[in-house]
């Protein structure tokens, strides 16, 4: 008779490993999302210059169109369909950036003073340098407005497609360093959106405002984040700061970082990276091309290209694109470095030149701020076909740099064969007889050592 088979033991259940920020599959697929996503505003770009030029009527028509909606004392009775678009969209993209802002001060690569100092510095220089060329060049030119804050942005999504193209040119620490200084980069833009730019501030607004952005970082902070709670707090809050003045992105950014970027206990993800998943596709497909198709659409007629190029702020706004940030980067990154901070793995002194370079690829908030810092639509339209000349002015001349020795990736010094290595000789010192024998003399010895 045969014995039963033995029972088996329980195979345990395997731990549950913390998640954690993907490091290289999740920055590869970053860095796809937002090449796709520079390609999308490429496309909406050139479709915008191409019915602008053969339907400037009809262009006009469409994007001046009137669309108030709601009470006068909100300030929407008034909105066109590209104040919607820039007002109404493009809050949600800059929700996203306040997600992505909030996860990178908290697990990313802002995470940390010593990881941090380096990109916060280079955006720093980046938007110090520019603003201050734009104003010397401006601050005596009638209708200037506040002009210098245009070029101060930088435009992820067109820069990390542009390094894209650089392919194995370009080392990994220059595009972690350049999504870095982006961050940091948006985290000025919403400061300057939020103290600079509002039109006759009804203080009554700001209470509420205030309160349902509090009501909804608290619900964040005891474990609420669905749906039905959060888009009427935000829009609630959206129509607050609009009411009250304020440029109404400022909401988008504040409720984005008022989202956890930490798991809690039980759940495999955040709030902020299931919320970042959720927006990237929705501002790389719809809002970012939606605001490229309403806000590029300017003429490129002889005549047209004459008046930009005489017209002293256009022409700052792009002197201070291109040349602001090239000085101004490497400036404020070389300051962060001699003081203690590191560069990226693979990344040098030399690499500066390209990174300033990118970061004059201004687009997408530099085209809001030209909305927001002129007050004449006609220089509107002459910044807009500015800031378009600079950015493709900035990639050629980055794309060049990348292929010069400037941008080379040395590889590292293959380790010699092992039979040809050879172990250092030392013999320790003779021991005196009333010593005790030192830890390391008592360990057993190889011949020879």
Same mark, same amino acid.
């Given at each position: 008779?045969?014995?039963?088979?033995?029972?088996?033991?329980?195979?345990?259940?395997?731990?549950?490993?913390?998640?954690?920020?993907?490091?290289?599959?999740?920055?590869?697929?970053?860095?796809?999302?937002?090449?796709?996503?520079?390609?999308?505003?490429?496309?909406?770009?050139?479709?915008?210059?191409?019915?602008?030029?053969?339907?400037?009527? !009809?262009?006009?028509?469409? /994007?001046?169109? =009137? *669309?108030? $909606?709601?009470? @006068? %004392?909100?300030? #929407?009775?008034?909105? +066109?369909?590209?104040?919607?678009?820039?007002?109404?969209?493009?809050?949600?993209?800059?929700?996203?950036?306040?997600?992505?802002?909030?996860?990178?001060?908290?697990?990313?690569?802002?995470?940390?003073?010593?990881?941090?100092?380096?990109?916060?510095?280079?955006?720093?220089?980046?938007?110090?340098?520019?603003?201050?060329?734009?104003?010397?060049?401006?601050?005596?030119?009638?209708?200037?407005?506040?002009?210098?804050?245009?070029?101060?942005?930088?435009?992820?999504?067109?820069?990390?497609?542009?390094?894209?193209?650089?392919?194995?040119?370009?080392?990994?620490?220059?595009?972690?360093?350049?999504?870095?200084?982006?961050?940091?980069?948006?985290?000025?833009?919403?400061?300057?959106?939020?103290?600079?730019?509002?039109? !006759?501030?009804?203080?009554? /607004?700001?209470? =509420? *405002?205030? $309160?349902?952005? @509090? %009501?909804?970082? #608290?619900?964040?902070? +005891?474990?609420?984040?669905?749906?039905?709670?959060?888009?009427?707090?935000?829009?609630?809050?959206?129509?607050?700061?609009?009411?009250?003045?304020?440029?109404?992105?400022?909401?988008?950014?504040?409720?984005?970082?008022?989202?956890?970027?930490?798991?809690?206990?039980?759940?495999?993800?955040?709030?902020?990276?299931?919320?970042?998943?959720?927006?990237?596709?929705?501002?790389?497909?719809?809002?970012?091309?939606?605001?490229?198709?309403?806000?590029?659409?300017?003429?490129?007629?002889?005549?047209?290209?004459?008046?930009?190029?005489?017209?002293?702020?256009?022409?700052?706004?792009?002197?201070?694109?291109?040349?602001?940030?090239?000085?101004?980067?490497?400036?404020?990154?070389?300051?962060?470095?001699?003081?203690?901070?590191?560069?990226?793995?693979?990344?040098?002194?030399?690499?500066?030149?390209?990174?300033?370079?990118?970061?004059?690829?201004?687009?997408?908030?530099?085209?809001?701020?030209?909305?927001?810092?002129?007050?004449?639509?006609?220089?509107?339209?002459?910044?807009?076909?500015?800031?378009?000349?600079?950015?493709?002015?900035?990639?050629?001349?980055?794309?060049?740099?990348?292929?010069?020795?400037?941008?080379?990736?040395?590889?590292?010094?293959?380790?010699?064969?092992?039979?040809?290595?050879?172990?250092?000789?030392?013999?320790?010192?003779?021991?005196?007889?009333?010593?005790?024998?030192?830890?390391?003399?008592?360990?057993?010895?190889?011949?020879?050592?």
């Amino acid at each position: 008779m045969s014995r039963p088979p033995p029972p088996r033991a329980p195979v345990p259940a395997p731990a549950a490993v913390p998640w954690r920020w993907p490091s290289r599959d999740g920055f590869t697929a970053f860095l796809r999302a937002a090449t796709a996503g520079g390609l999308l505003l490429l496309a909406a770009t050139v479709a915008a210059l191409v019915w602008a030029n053969l339907s400037p009527g !009809g262009y006009r028509a469409v /994007w001046d169109a =009137p *669309a108030g $909606l709601g009470p @006068a %004392a909100l300030r #929407l009775d008034g909105m +066109r369909l590209a104040d919607w678009v820039a007002d109404g969209l493009l809050s949600v993209f800059f929700l996203a950036i306040g997600v992505e802002l909030r996860r990178e001060l908290t697990v990313g690569a802002l995470a940390g003073r010593h990881r941090a100092v380096l990109p916060i510095a280079a955006a720093a220089g980046g938007m110090l340098g520019p603003a201050l060329l734009c104003f010397a060049l401006t601050h005596d030119t009638a209708g200037a407005g506040r002009a210098w804050a245009i070029p101060v942005a930088t435009d992820a999504a067109f820069a990390v497609g542009v390094l894209a193209l650089a392919g194995s040119r370009a080392p990994a620490g220059l595009r972690t360093l350049l999504l870095g200084l982006a961050v940091a980069d948006d985290l000025g833009a919403m400061v300057i959106l939020a103290t600079v730019f509002h039109a !006759g501030l009804a203080l009554g /607004w700001l209470p =509420p *405002a205030v $309160l349902l952005l @509090a %009501a909804a970082a #608290l619900a964040h902070h +005891r474990g609420h984040s669905h749906p039905a709670l959060h888009v009427p707090l935000a829009v609630a809050a959206w129509s607050c700061v609009h009411a009250a003045g304020l440029n109404p992105t400022v909401a988008g950014a504040a409720l984005g970082l008022a989202v956890p970027a930490r798991a809690r206990a039980g759940r495999a993800h955040a709030p902020a990276e299931r919320l970042e998943s959720l927006l990237g596709p929705v501002c790389a497909v719809v809002v970012l091309p939606l605001f490229a198709l309403s806000a590029t659409g300017v003429p490129l007629t002889a005549h047209a290209l004459r008046a930009v190029a005489a017209d002293p702020v256009s022409r700052a706004v792009a002197i201070s694109l291109v040349v602001g940030k090239l000085l101004g980067v490497p400036a404020g990154a070389w300051l962060a470095h001699r003081f203690g901070a590191r560069f990226p793995d693979g990344l040098r002194g030399r690499h500066l030149i390209p990174l300033g370079l990118l970061a004059g690829i201004g687009y997408t908030v530099s085209l809001l701020l030209a909305r927001l810092a002129l007050p004449e639509p006609q220089r509107v339209e002459a910044a807009a076909t500015a800031i378009l000349a600079a950015s493709l002015t900035a990639a050629v001349l980055a794309l060049l740099a990348l292929r010069t020795p400037l941008a080379a990736v040395r590889p590292a010094p293959p380790e010699p064969p092992a039979a040809a290595r050879r172990v250092p000789t030392h013999r320790a010192p003779a021991e005196r007889a009333d010593e005790p024998p030192s830890p390391r003399s008592a360990l057993p010895t190889a011949p020879g050592l």
